[in-house]
């Protein structure tokens, strides 16, 4: 009798502890138009794959009692996603709010450990009110262990942030140190300081979406990586997002069997690139031409348009694309955008994924505002970031690589394995305009005609320099190629360079720029 009431006792309390905050708190959640932690994880996961932890943590250690939040705000364990392992945690708002404090943080430290410690992706799934004010310094205690997990375990997991709801103060901080964070439209907030006390305080008046919500931080800020109209349309990014990724640093990035012919060749792209070189074209276009067909995967698409990131597949096998795009600020590097390509540039690098860039830049972007906030520390970064990077590299130039823009990009004296150039390249310290008229300032101001020796000399220049040839022959480029040819020199660079091997001076680490 007495091991029937301990059975059905297990039975009760399992059953509670579904229900979260109770039937009430979790129709309040529906009516909000959002899904409780534990639908989350369902869609999330691949089916009846989830293992729940620790789901009878209280605040103490007193026996459970009726009124016991049950699991602590947070539903942690692990599962698979497409027949991978991963290990998750969903807080749960129906439980005080989500609130953390000192057991919802060993919680998720916990199940953080195990990922690492089992080498497997961390996906948290966000929704919290904040810190847990009732266990004062405690709940501080909670988010600074999550932090240094965060950080020591940076470059060996992937990690991924869904936020699915609220994520003020302190508590944003985690997912900013995380790789990936995807939000939703119109139900995901983030800020460090909400409305009402920047209002006390600077008497700025913003309401919580204009402060901190999806479209802010994918445009804006740079703080997320994607968004998603629904919470459904989150999690399926967060699937896809894992497809192109590694389970840990010590494994490559997962190849799939391929389902483009290797060997295309496309003829559109020898016409892309116009003849007038002040007229733009789309680099996303050329990219979608050469990957695998629909394997374009872009990361913060809204952010600092002017430059591209994302992931690709080449025969069947990921890699990290960055690009320059054109049509957007004639593909000029600014300071978001140096941000935008070194945290990607270095994200591959952690994880083994191969980069491949595509060049097309009149250089950085000038200007006092540029200058006054750093651009030269934000342009070192992806000096550091590829220099860094022993991955395979191939670069192409399509059309401009100017100064500092060449340099920075993937040149072979960063440590690129393979660069190509196409027949429209050019490669130069700058346009021809611009070094015409500081080299031949005298001759252009004594010549009979001024205007018409001007031109002259821009054509002589850009025949003897701003020519892909003028670089093969220095050796800067290894190949001028046809365009349409692009996808299969891509490929087997690829394949010739993927058992590289680079021994980095023994370090503790480095010292990026800031």
Same mark, same amino acid.
Request: proline share 6%; charged share 25%.
């Given at each position: ?326 049509? =957007?600020? #004639? /593909? @000029? $590097? +600014? ?6 390509? &070194? %945290? ?127 670089? =093969?022959? #220095? /050796? @800067? $480029? +290894? ?6 040819? &692009? %996808? ?27």
């Amino acid at each position: 009798m007495a091991k029937k009431n301990a059975n059905e006792k297990l039975i009760e309390l399992r059953k509670k502890s579904k229900l979260g905050g109770g039937e009430k708190r979790i129709a309040k959640q529906h009516e909000k138009g959002k899904l409780t932690a534990r639908e989350r994880l369902a869609e999330l996961l691949d089916p009846a794959s989830f293992h729940e932890l620790e789901p009878f943590v209280a605040q103490n250690s007193a026996p459970l009692e009726k009124n016991d939040p049950f699991a602590n705000g947070v539903i942690t364990g692990y599962g698979q996603i497409n027949g991978r392992k991963v290990f998750v945690y969903a807080q749960d708002f129906t439980v005080m709010g989500g609130s953390l404090g000192e057991m919802q943080s060993h919680k998720i430290c916990r199940v953080m450990d195990l990922a690492a410690q089992n080498g497997a992706p961390i996906i948290g799934l966000i929704d919290s009110g904040g810190a847990r004010i009732q266990e004062g310094v405690y709940s501080l205690k909670g988010y600074a262990e999550i932090f240094r997990r965060n950080s020591n375990y940076s470059g060996v997991v992937p990690q991924i942030s869904l936020i699915l709801g609220p994520c003020a103060g302190g508590a944003a901080y985690s997912p900013a140190l995380t790789d990936f964070i995807v939000m939703v439209e119109k139900q995901s907030h983030m800020f460090i300081t909400g409305p009402n006390v920047i209002k006390e305080i600077t008497g700025e008046e913003v309401d919580f979406e204009n402060l901190g919500g999806a479209q802010v931080h994918m445009s804006i800020s740079g703080v997320a990586s994607l968004s998603a109209k629904t919470e459904l349309e989150s999690l399926s990014l967060c699937r896809t997002l894992l497809g192109y990724l590694p389970s840990n640093n010590m494994e490559n990035p997962p190849c799939i069997a391929p389902s483009d012919d290797p060997f295309r060749i496309d003829k559109e792209l020898d016409t892309i690139i116009p003849e007038d070189v002040k007229k733009p074209y789309n680099m996303h276009e050329v990219i979608r031409r050469v990957v695998d067909r629909n394997s374009f995967f872009e990361i913060q698409p809204t952010f600092a348009t002017h430059a591209i990131v994302g992931f690709a597949r080449f025969n069947g096998c990921p890699v990290g694309i960055v690009a320059q795009e054109p049509s =957007a600020l #004639a /593909g @000029i $590097i +600014d300071i978001d955008a140096s941000d935008k390509i &070194t %945290r990607f540039v270095r994200f591959c690098d952690a994880f083994n994924i191969p980069l491949v860039t595509f060049v097309d830049s009149p250089g950085f972007l000038p200007g006092i505002n540029q200058e006054h906030k750093g651009i030269i520390r934000h342009g070192a970064k992806i000096l550091y970031a590829y220099s860094e990077a022993s991955v395979p590299k191939v670069s192409i130039v399509t059309r401009r690589a100017f100064g500092g823009a060449y340099i920075v990009m993937s040149s072979k004296y960063l440590g690129t394995d393979i660069n190509y150039a196409w027949p429209t390249a050019e490669i130069a310290v700058m346009g021809a305009e611009g070094a015409v008229n500081i080299i031949h300032r005298k001759e252009i101001n004594n010549a009979d005609d001024p205007k018409a020796e001007r031109e002259r000399l821009i054509g002589e220049y850009k025949e003897n320099y701003l020519n892909p040839y003028t670089a =093969a022959k #220095a /050796g @800067i $480029i +290894d190949e001028v190629i046809l365009p349409s040819e &692009t %996808r299969v020199k891509i490929i087997s660079a690829l394949s010739i360079t993927k058992e590289k091997h680079v021994q980095n001076p023994a370090r503790k680490h480095g010292n990026p720029p800031a």
